[in-house]
């Protein structure tokens, strides 16, 4: 069974960063795609980044030149480096696997980006 579980949130000054982790397991890794999401109180979940089985990536407008997305396969792990963060980054970050028909997700870490 697909499993997945992030760690790494916070509260963090504005302007501060923070990595974000999400550990997989019960799935050859490496064949899916891995991605983050976020939902921030009184709004829809909405991408943040992918990365498919190819490392390749693709990230919001609003978190592009500042939010790294990356993976250990070995690890069966997918990071997201947040630097530069602002207030309007709050939100419970979320991560995803999916291949074809399997769809999982997380239980989500909550980022607060307060002064």
């Known amino acids: 069974q697909v499993s997945v579980g992030e760690s790494g949130g916070g509260l963090v000054q504005p302007g501060g960063s923070l990595r974000l982790s999400c550990a997989a397991s019960?799935?050859?890794?490496?064949?899916?795609?891995m991605g983050w999401y976020r939902q921030a109180p009184g709004k829809q979940r909405e991408l943040v980044a992918t990365?498919?089985?190819?490392?390749?990536?693709n990230y919001a407008d609003s978190v592009k030149g500042r939010f790294t997305v990356s993976r250990d396969n070995a690890k069966k792990t997918v990071y997201l480096q947040m630097n530069s963060l602002k207030p309007e980054d709050t939100a419970v970050y979320y991560c995803?696997?999916?291949?074809?028909?399997?769809?999982?997700w997380g239980r989500g870490t909550q980022v607060t980006v307060s002064s």
């Open positions: 995803n696997a999916r291949r074809g028909a399997s769809d999982s």
């Open positions: 019960g799935m050859l890794f490496g064949t899916y795609v």
């Open positions: 990365i498919d089985s190819g490392r390749n990536t």
